[in-house]
């Protein structure tokens, strides 16, 4: 029994000189991108299809009113 109490105690005493842990790390700023290119070569096609698309879909539109003028309705 008397073993068993001084080694908890033992035990107590070595977790209260634990040493601090070190400090979490901070994620790093967000910085401005400096290049660019990569993105920019991405996004040039997809906003020319997205411009394209509109087109189209406003002469549909234009059409339909059209065609719906001519029918009389």
């Known amino acids: ?34 290049h660019t290119e990569l993105r920019d070569a991405i996004r040039a096609p997809q906003d020319k299809a997205r411009a394209t698309g509109q087109t189209l879909q406003d002469a549909a539109d234009r059409q339909k009113a059209a065609v719906d003028a001519a029918e009389g309705g």
Do not use: I
Request: overall charge negative; charged content about 15%; hydrophobic content about 45%.
């Open 1 to 34: 029994m008397r073993a068993c109490a001084l080694a908890l105690a033992a035990s107590a005493a070595l977790a209260a000189c634990r040493p601090e842990p070190p400090p979490t790390e901070q994620p790093p700023e967000p910085q401005a991108q400096a």
